[in-house]
């Protein structure tokens, strides 16, 4: 399989937070400074105390979230203080899908890199991952792209014990002069403007995971981890726009043809106002002509949109609204389908707690009202998608199943395909917690046994079942309601995973190839 990956690409430095120095951080600022953004969070990172202040926020609930940092202030405290105690590693979901594309048998993965340094080229995979230059806008074999991948001249043991050169890091490759010159034969389309006044700097994405029991104390009063998560402190100038690299671009519109799918992602991070006066709307509008542009060559194409935690809600209603019908499929996880409540009209709080009928009733109304072809929903319990079924007679929000019109040979392989691709992104997912790494398929059906189904989500598929009048399916259920099949399946859990982050990248990837090839099988 050959896939595009686009767009946000940067470096995690991940570090482990514990309660003990949340405290101490805490007791560093004046508690006005801090107790008011605890109960009313901002939601982005001006200050060291709305850093604080949102590491504490999600550390008290058991909750994720990303916020962007728009100070250099900031950034450059964060970086002092745990930069050379982080583990670094590959960040952006575009970059954690390509490697576990790469590393799961894609035969080439073709990802969008914003900042090309040495740094941030070494922590791809070595597999099948190709770096479109200019010289090569013809292609390359499977042989030259792991060549190509081989002479990068950075230790990735070093980098994943954080010893990077502080040269490597300020590095950028980008030839600005590229951006404005570039020519694309196939379509002309406006180059995304980069602000002059941002750093040249890699992008660095500060990710504090936390463990579930940890003890810490806010100003005297004592709180316990409900649940293990991550905060991530975002310092991504090129990303915030969605920067695309000019080779990337010309490669993506004359190879189109080629490609069997392509994984976009990274919206989130857009900003409705930028400092130049620019909108979100023109970047938008920008990759939705280059997606069609790669659709009007390549009419079999599957394009897979991954959503983010959204800021801004007015701009992920608008992302979903102009891609909806432009996708193939589209994932999320439970906060982001909760954002979606007034479009959805399902309770929050019953998402929020992974509630499988919520659930299952919220994707199947969201994916009706614009006729999406499949959502997926990625929770931590458990993995919900919703596929368009045309067959059933409606496609109405809510309207009664009508199972009656169905023969069950014509759905039963469709429903083996939806299942056998979800439970392989699921193996994938806890593995990578699990162990922190992709090592092939063989690694994965090795490790996989090894884990342990999540006791909710086995509860969920139980509920899932008398809630839709569902049949059970392998290791899952699957059921009708309107015009949507809903297929489900409990996730896989580690007692002590090695990471929690980026494994909804992860499951999105691995059920995305899966498909692929199921497809190409069928």
């Known amino acids: 399989m050959k896939i595009l990956c686009g767009y946000n690409v940067n470096i995690d430095s991940v570090y482990r937070m514990g309660g003990a120095e949340l405290s101490e951080l805490l007791e560093s600022f004046e508690s006005s400074e801090v107790l008011e953004k605890i109960d009313s969070p901002p939601g982005r990172i001006d200050s060291k105390s709305d850093f604080a202040a949102g590491l ?51 035969s080439l993965v073709v990802p969008n890199v914003a900042v ?21 806008a013809k292609g390359q074999g499977e042989a030259e792209v792991k060549s190509q991948v081989d002479e990068i001249n950075v230790d990735k043991s070093q980098v994943d014990e954080s010893k990077v050169d502080k040269s490597q890091v300020d590095e950028i490759n980008v030839d600005k002069s590229q951006v404005d010159e570039i020519n694309v034969d196939r379509i002309n389309v406006d180059r995304i403007k980069v602000d002059a006044s941002a750093p040249e700097q890699d992008p660095i994405h500060f990710v504090f995971d936390f463990s579930e029991g940890e003890s810490f104390s806010i100003y005297g009063e004592q709180f316990t981890v409900p649940r293990e998560n991550r905060f991530i402190a975002t310092c991504d100038q090129l990303n915030f726009r969605l920067f695309i690299n000019p080779d990337f671009d010309a490669y993506a519109l004359q190879h189109a043809g080629e490609m069997d799918g392509a994984l976009i992602s990274g919206f989130h991070l857009l900003l409705e106002e930028y400092p130049d006066g620019g909108s979100y709307l023109e970047i938008v509008e920008q990759v939705l002509s ?8 390549n009419e079999r194409l599957s394009v897979h949109l991954e959503f983010g935690h959204f800021a801004n809600r007015k701009l992920a209603c608008t992302v979903f609204s102009k891609f909806a019908a432009i996708v193939d499929s589209l994932g999320m996880n439970e906060d982001e389908l909760a954002s979606f409540h007034e479009l959805h009209g399902i309770p929050v709080e019953a998402l929020l707690r992974m509630d499988a009928e919520a659930v299952g009733k919220a994707a199947s109304c969201l994916a009706s009202l614009h006729r999406l072809r499949k959502l997926v929903v990625h929770t931590r319990e458990f993995v919900l998608a919703a596929v368009r079924w045309d067959d059933t007679g409606s ?24 299942i056998e691709a979800l439970e392989f992104g699921v193996k994938c997912a806890g593995t990578y917690a699990a162990t922190g790494r992709l090592d092939g398929r063989d690694f994965v059906e090795m ?5 342990q189904e999540s006791e909710p989500g086995r509860k969920e598929v ?16 699957f059921a009708f309601r309107g015009g949507y099949m809903l297929c489900m399946l409990p996730t896989l859990l580690s007692k002590s995973p090695v990471t929690t982050v980026g494994l909804g990248d992860t499951l999105t990837a691995g059920t995305f190839l899966r498909r692929l090839e199921l497809d190409v099988q069928a």
Not at 70 to 78: A, I, K
Not at 117 to 132: E, G
Not at 290 to 297: F, I, M
């Open 56 to 106: 504490a926020y999600c550390m008290k609930n058991g909750c994720g979230a990303e916020w962007l940092v728009f100070n250099p202030s900031v950034f450059e405290f964060l970086k002092g203080l745990y930069f050379e105690k982080s583990l670094v590693r590959m960040g952006g979901n575009a970059g954690i899908m390509a490697n576990t594309l790469s590393e799961l048998g894609a």
């Open 447 to 451: 490790e996989a046994p090894e884990l």
């Open 395 to 418: 496609s109405a929000c809510g309207c009664p199943e009508r199972p009656e019109l169905i023969r069950r040979p014509f759905y039963s392989r469709k429903v083996e395909i939806e």
């Open 116 to 136: 090309p340094s040495k740094t941030q080229l070494s922590l791809f995979s070595r597999k099948s991952v190709y770096f479109p230059g200019s010289s090569s």
């Open 462 to 477: 139980g509920r899932f079942l008398e809630a839709f009048g569902g049949e059970a399916a392998g290791n899952g259920a």
């Open 290 to 297: 280059r997606v069609l542009a790669w659709k009007a060559g």
